[in-house]
């Protein structure tokens, strides 16, 4: 199975989702480029989040419609999963056999009590329906800003990001930049917004 990645664009994903009837969030690059209304075309694999409720009924949607559920091993290939080992995995790919590329990295966020928790820290809960910006101009939901950063900034800040957080710290607002500050700590945002790029 190849490697190989292809680069949706927000209308592209939308179509593939068309029909889907539940709800699901666009992250990565393309969701920090929505926010900054810098969005033109996508740099990266497209990633979308949705709830492990949900996951089982997104999962089957691909598998209507032909695609594959996919994961990397340690060893970097790609091996085809079912839905029953969904349970053990956090990520996943959908696979497009016949362009024999990943078109779609997945993540699954956990909910108690219809509120997201933080994957490294269940004491952060947010309302489910808070985690995410809708963009009018493009018609999609997307990961807020913040949220996004928790996971980024969690473990480490590496150099070459500074400037990208440094941006969209400007563009927080105050519960926005209070919520990333009880997350990942005064001292490495504080590295961020002092650091000279």
Known sequence: MEGNEQ????????????????????????????????????????????????????????????YQLVVKTPLDELEEISLEELYNYKKYYVYDTKAQCKII???????????????????????????YFHSLEKDIKYLRPEIQMMYKLYHELRQDDIYKYQRLIQ??????????????????????ILSDT
């Not at 997945?106 to 269940?122: A, G, L, M, N, P």
Request: aromatic share 16%; with cysteine; charged share 25%.
């Open 105 to 131: 990295k997945v993540y699954i966020y956990e909910t108690k009590d219809e509120k997201w928790q933080f994957s490294h820290d269940h004491n952060i809960e947010v309302e489910d329906y808070k985690i």
């Open 7 to 66: 680069y949706l664009s927000i209308d592209e994903i939308k179509q593939i989702m068309s029909d889907y009837p539940l709800q699901y969030i666009v992250c990565g690059q393309c969701a920090i480029d929505l926010f900054l209304n810098e969005y033109t075309y996508t740099k990266e694999i497209m990633s979308i989040t949705v709830s492990r409720e949900e996951v089982e009924i997104l999962s089957n949607y691909f598998l209507k419609h032909q």
């Open 171 to 192: 563009h927080l607002s105050y519960y926005q930049f209070f919520m990333l500050r009880k997350v990942i700590g005064k001292e490495k945002v504080n590295q961020i």
